[in-house]
């Protein structure tokens, strides 16, 4: 296997590596963004219990406070000072106040005597206070004779996150290293039929057209295993066609090319001038069965060609390629005292020019090589419904209804005794094969054959029956 050049290799790329990128950066970007939201979600819930949380400490000291002042106030004290509650000193600041006039009535000491919040203040609110951000809340009594104010610092109410992150984040590259893992193995595994599909090419011979065999393909690659093993398959029938061609043309180029041999080794040797003339014209002859032949060859060759090529089919007017054909051979039928009677109506098909112009002329030359001397043929193309149909006729030897099959195999001569190389007959039906044309054989009023064949009318030709061109009569 060729090693690719420096070009070549630098714009190679890997489909599992980038495969298995795709699948990090689409996990990262999915636990990241998954992380961020539940972050903020939980702080989110985070703060509604805290916030909670101080409501109810807020509400419980407004009662506590409620009776102790009451009892003071009875006993004729002023302003009080309870002593700090520890759980309460270290997270809470608050203060009791009477609003008209400002009076503060209870503290917990913590912080100055000033008013934690404003008065106006109604529920939660995030402030600066003595240089720390804190979360402040202001609540009144049922009877509005009372003011408790509650502070909290938002540095004990959300303490950093880094330590338990931390031990998250070691989860994370785990959870990440695993995935990737996985995910390089599901990768390995669905594109093992690339490797062996890869690998069975790679070890073949030229000549192994073999169909390429893969365990369980995805869908993804099953549509490019079935192009490359009909490939091969076109491949195959392809080389097939070659070797039956060159096997052919070897065995039936054999006898008219040791007759050529023979004629010219008796010209060589002849002395008289008669003599010689006629074997030089004999040689003369021989070459020029040779020469057709090799012609009938090739144009099969050709036409067998076609199959692969039916796209390139265009629009084509049968009647004037009949005309065509008939122009060519007319300097044969002067030569045999033959005519032709020409009868086209124009009819528009879809197909190859080369194609169809090969299966008119073999026709054609069928007719002349069969028919007797002085004799007519006739040349018919017709619409008829939806096909075009083009009909030869002649006045020759026929063929036996038995033997209708066996004359389109190739280099099959039903008679022998005439000029020919078996493979006008093998044109046509490949001619017709390729256009979807049929191929019929009866017998003609003239007295010998009919072979008629019908083509699909081309989808957007004229009605025929609204049609005003007439016949075209060469």
Not at 70 to 79: C, D, L, N, S, Y
Request: glycine share 6%; aromatic share 6%; net charge neutral.
């Amino acid at each position: 296997m060729p090693e690719p050049d420096a070009a070549t290799a630098k714009h190679a790329w890997s489909l599992r590596r980038r495969l298995l990128l795709l699948t990090a950066i689409v996990t990262l970007a999915a636990w990241l963004s998954g992380g961020a939201a539940a972050y903020f979600i939980t702080q989110k819930h985070a703060s509604l219990l805290s916030d909670d949380r101080m409501l109810h400490v807020a509400q419980t000291l407004l009662s506590i406070a409620e009776t102790e002042i009451a009892e003071i106030q009875r006993a004729g004290g002023g302003q009080i000072h309870i002593a700090e509650d520890p759980a309460l000193a270290k997270r809470y600041s608050y203060q009791v106040w009477s609003p008209a006039p400002p009076h503060l009535l209870l503290t917990n000491g913590a912080g100055s005597a000033a008013p934690i919040a404003p008065f106006e203040q109604v529920g939660f609110v995030t402030g600066e206070r003595d240089g720390q951000t804190v979360r402040t809340l202001v609540l009144w009594s049922e009877d509005r004779t009372k003011q408790i104010q509650v502070a909290e610092p938002l540095a004990l109410r959300e303490p950093s996150p880094v330590p338990a992150y931390a031990g998250l984040f070691g989860l994370f590259l785990l959870s990440l290293a695993a995935l990737l893992a996985v995910g390089a193995w599901m990768i390995n595994r669905a594109t093992h039929p690339l490797d062996d599909s890869a690998f069975q090419l790679t070890q073949r011979s030229p000549d192994d057209l073999r169909p390429i065999e893969v365990a369980s393909p995805p869908r993804e690659v099953q549509p490019l295993l079935d192009q490359i093993n009909a490939l091969f398959l076109r491949f195959a029938e392809a080389l097939e066609r070659e070797r039956r061609f060159t096997a052919s043309a070897a065995h039936e180029l054999r006898t008219p090319l040791a007759a050529v041999k023979v004629h010219a080794q008796v010209a060589q040797l002849t002395r008289g001038a008669p003599e010689r003339r006629d074997a030089l014209d004999k040689l003369l002859l021989s070459i020029d069965r040779a020469s057709h032949m090799v012609d009938q060859l090739l144009t099969l060759s050709r036409v067998e060609g076609m199959v692969v090529l039916r796209e390139s089919a265009a629009k084509l007017r049968l009647d004037v390629i009949a005309a065509h054909v008939i122009e060519d051979v007319r300097p044969l039928l002067a030569r045999h005292r033959q005519r032709i009677d020409a009868r086209l109506a124009p009819c528009e098909i879809e197909g190859m020019e080369f194609g169809v112009a090969s299966l008119l002329r073999n026709l054609v030359d069928n007719s002349m090589r069969y028919a007797p001397e002085g004799s007519t043929i006739r040349v018919t193309v017709r619409p008829e419904g939806a096909r075009a149909v083009a009909t030869v006729e002649d006045a020759g030897p026929g063929i036996p209804r038995e033997e209708r099959q066996k004359v389109f195999e190739r280099f099959y001569r039903l008679y022998s005794d005439k000029d020919g190389c078996g493979i006008g007959l093998s044109i046509v039906r490949t001619v017709a094969q390729v256009h979807r044309a049929g191929v019929d054989m009866d017998e003609s009023d003239l007295g010998g054959l009919r072979v008629t064949v019908s083509f699909p009318l081309h989808r957007d030709a004229p009605d025929p029956r609204t049609s005003g061109d007439g016949d075209s009569r060469p």
